[in-house]
């Protein structure tokens, strides 16, 4: 019998094991399987998750971090009109084909697995697509460790493993550039931050019980760092914006560290906490229950027990809204110990705080990116801590239009130095750069104001 060359990989039952072209079933710690995460926003996630994975025995790599290069080798396959996030995502695993795969190898890419409204629904449809147009064999897009599939048929444990490598590496990004604008010694501090961070990540392998006594020794570190001043004497601006942001997250650490100026870059982790919200919120649109009810954990598990066809996606909504609720938690667990390290800064938002506070100007139903955005930016304006925001929608995302013209309109009905920007590459363009310009200056005037300590 001939051999079929372009039959698919698949994901095997349960998806504890995958099955490869020749029909052969191999565990996902077997090392002919290969975990490739697409979205490499910050390389100390990297770090991270690479310990996660080696405890249990997985063998991980990251695409290269996003560039115009990357953008370039997607139109070999996208048409500009999926996800705006697939085609970053489509270079890296283009580039990963081609540079850094074994021939040998069964590849799982790790991308988006969502019920929607997003766009970003439709990617295993579309990766499926990709496989058969290119005629790749041993290659599965699995989408990624979700409720639905168990984690990869991990549990629980190994999602809330992920869940708090990405909460680490969002408070890594932020004191990398606290420590940039605030050291006296910038070289050293960040020799110092680098080798903390690897340590961290070190410890990381031993599981989840070793992630809160890693960052206090990192916070213990970090705080005997010599600073020329306090984050406390520097204005602060919010990105505003969707899952598209994290291709830029590098691009606007480095534009605010030589403006001198505190960026609080969207984390990962509300985005995560994002995606475990659309169930919840699909359900709550059927049983006709507002925001409110979505993130209540009381609605959710009397909605769980009703018996029906719906039963189980009751029950999975529960699991979802529970997850949103304990990272919530996590996150303000990990930021209060890494608060020693006096390198955080601004306020923080609980993803659900954002979506409530968003629902009265944008219900929650109909576009939870968009809602998540203004909320976050009503709730940064009335905090007071924060002497700007911007928006930054990239690659022409639909949901990231409507937040982004929603964010514009609440900020200069509150009088808030605000820019909108839109990016079609990894860059700034000459537009994009005055903006961010202007948008410093007006920070660095606010800030001197509402404090009166001059920037």
Not at 180 to 192: F, K, M, N, Y
Not at 309 to 316: Q, T, V
């Amino acid at each position: 019998m001939t051999r079929d060359e372009r039959r698919p990989a698949r994901m095997g039952e349960g998806f504890g094991f995958v099955v490869d072209s020749d029909g052969n079933e191999l565990r996902l710690d077997d090392p002919r399987v290969a975990h490739v995460w697409t979205i490499n926003y910050y390389r100390h996630a990297s770090s991270l998750l690479s310990q996660v994975y080696k405890r249990r025995g997985w063998r991980l790599r990251c695409v290269p971090e996003p560039s115009n290069t990357l953008l370039r080798e997607a139109k070999r396959v996208c048409s500009g009109k999926e996800c705006p996030a697939l085609n970053p995502v489509m270079g890296g695993v283009l580039h990963d084909l081609e540079h850094d795969r074994r021939d040998d190898e069964v590849t799982l890419y790790y991308g988006m697995d969502c019920v929607g409204p997003c766009p970003a629904g439709a990617w295993p449809l579309t990766c499926d697509a990709f496989v058969r147009k290119l005629g790749l064999r041993n290659v599965v897009f699995p989408g990624h460790p979700a409720v639905h599939n168990n984690y990869f048929g991990q549990g629980i444990l190994f999602a809330w493993e992920l869940f708090s490598a990405f909460a680490l590496a969002d408070i890594l990004a932020e004191a990398e550039l606290a420590l940039r604008c605030t050291a006296r010694d910038p070289v050293s501090a960040l020799a110092t931050f680098e080798e903390a961070a690897a340590r961290l990540a070190e410890r990381a392998e031993r599981g989840l019980v070793a992630f809160e006594g890693a960052l206090r020794q990192w916070a213990r570190t970090m705080s005997k760092v010599p600073l020329k001043t306090s984050v406390d004497t520097l204005p602060t601006v919010r990105m505003i914006g969707g899952g598209n942001g994290f291709f830029f997250h590098q691009l606007y650490m480095d534009y605010f560290a030589q403006q001198g100026v505190l960026v609080r870059l969207n984390p990962m982790t509300d985005f995560i906490l994002h995606v475990d919200s659309d169930l919840p919120r699909l359900v709550a649109f059927e049983a006709s229950q507002g925001a409110e009810e979505q993130f209540a954990l009381g609605s959710r598990a009397m909605s769980a027990l009703t018996l029906g066809e719906s039963g189980w996606a009751r029950r999975r909504a529960l699991i979802h809204a529970i997850n949103v609720k304990t990272g919530a938690i996590s996150i303000g667990r990990f930021r209060k110990i890494a608060s020693a390290s006096r390198l955080l800064y601004g306020n923080d938002v609980t993803f659900a705080r954002s979506a409530m506070a968003g629902d009265g100007t944008f219900p929650d139903q109909l576009m939870l990116e968009a809602t998540g955005n203004v909320g976050l930016l009503r709730l940064s304006i009335d905090a007071g801590v924060y002497d700007g925001g911007f928006h930054s929608n990239s690659f022409h995302c639909f949901h990231g239009a409507i937040g982004q013209a929603l964010s514009k309109e609440l900020a200069t009905r509150k009088s808030f130095p605000f820019v909108a920007l839109e990016l079609d590459e990894v860059s700034l363009t000459a537009q994009n750069s005055l903006l961010l310009e202007t948008l410093c200056a007006k920070a660095r005037s606010r800030f001197e104001r509402r404090s009166g300590v001059r920037a």
